[in-house]
């Protein structure tokens, strides 16, 4: 993580450098199959993402150590914790695998916003009562708001165990880090 950013200039090194490790194949992590993410950070679908959230963001925090990195650094009192959360995974997870297709413009989609928002809703997450709010979730027909909301659910569910934050394990994740769902 050190020198992520000299060593990988672009988005493009960053995905071709991994591919070339693996002799042009797309391997998911140990926590990716774990977690059941439909990615690995390097796939073609969200190999930017990745690369400018280690970058730009986690890079960053690392050097000035203003952060905890979760799962490689112990969560620190008075600092902000950062954990990788995949809402595919979570929303797998909390509806048994059963999830109905909901990122597009069709009303069919829009309603399985709705559904899966009283999902979410049923699990905890509140409001205030904010009709207004819960509709724009609803109408974002790329599903990115409804993503965010089940970012945040997976977040808070990860924290209110802080014994489970470092997991007990192999230690492949000291590697690779970990998705928490």
């Not at 071709?16 to 950070?41: M, N, W, Y």
């Not at 112990?74 to 059963?98: H, Q, Y």
């Not at 399985?112 to 809703?121: A, D, E, G, T, W």
């Not at 009709?131 to 089940?150: F, P, Q, R, T």
Request: proline share 7%.
């Amino acid at each position: 993580m050190q020198d992520f950013p000299s060593v990988y200039k672009s988005p493009e090194t960053f995905r071709e450098s991994c591919r070339q490790v693996v002799g042009g194949h797309e391997l998911k992590r140990q926590t990716d199959i774990e977690s059941h993410a439909p990615f690995s950070p390097y796939n073609l679908r969200v190999f930017e993402q990745a690369y400018y959230g280690i970058s730009d963001l986690l890079f960053p925090l690392v050097r000035d150590k203003s952060a905890s990195i979760l799962p490689f650094n112990k969560p620190v009192s008075g600092k902000p914790w950062i954990l990788e959360v995949c809402p595919a995974s979570t929303l797998k997870r909390l509806m048994k695998n059963k999830v109905p297709s909901y990122k597009g413009p069709e009303d069919k989609k829009k309603e399985n916003r709705r559904q899966i928002l009283r999902v979410v809703k049923g699990k905890g997450v509140v409001f205030v009562k904010d009709a207004a709010l819960e509709e724009k979730i609803v109408v974002n027909k790329g599903g990115d708001a409804l993503d965010s909301v089940i970012a945040a659910l997976a977040a808070f569910n990860a924290v209110q165990n802080q014994d489970a934050l470092i997991p007990k394990d192999d230690g492949y994740w000291r590697r690779e880090g970990y998705v928490y769902v």
